[in-house]
């Protein structure tokens, strides 16, 4: 069985050669020709993250925190939206303020406006108050969605504080 050697990056460094980790062996691998680095990262943050979901234990925050902040950097949206919801449902987890920021942010830049929309909605029924910086990435996610109207729409009133 072969197994992928990750040279992961701290998150907050410049690249170069002399800030790169030690070397972190990631699951079973049956391909150890992985080249594109992003792609294998992806894959062993992925698959901490699930085996510890399975056993349904409360994951350590700032190995959720990093991973989220990584997949944010990588701009996989998809995933972090997933991990965001999975979060909300999650009794160990205080999702607050910036959580909501960040899941209507991957919705939006996924252009799923409906689920921006709905996490907004939800998150002002929990009482948190919605501000400029929530509404652009609302208007973000209808623009992605093809709702160039509706993100206008939302420009002048919200954010000008004019509705």
Not at 135 to 160: S, V, W
Request: charge should be positive.
């Amino acid at each position: 069985m072969l197994q992928t050697l990750l040279f992961l990056k701290p998150f907050i460094l410049a690249p170069s050669t002399l800030s790169w980790s030690k070397p972190k062996i990631c699951g079973d691998f049956v391909n150890a020709n992985i080249k594109i680095h992003g792609r294998a990262e992806v894959v062993c943050l992925v698959s901490v993250l699930r085996s510890q979901w399975t056993k349904n234990e409360s994951l350590p925050k700032d190995l959720v925190l990093e991973t989220l902040v990584r997949f944010k950097q990588l701009k996989k949206w998809n995933l972090v939206s997933e991990i965001l919801e999975w979060l909300r449902t999650q009794h160990w987890w205080h999702f607050n303020e910036m959580d909501f920021l960040m899941l209507i942010t991957a919705h939006g830049k996924q252009g799923d406006f409906n689920k921006a929309k709905r996490v907004l909605s939800y998150m002002t029924k929990k009482g948190y108050a919605s501000n400029m910086i929530f509404h652009t990435a609302l208007m973000e996610a209808y623009g992605r969605g093809g709702q160039y109207n509706k993100a206008e729409a939302i420009f002048p009133k919200d954010c000008l504080g004019l509705g």
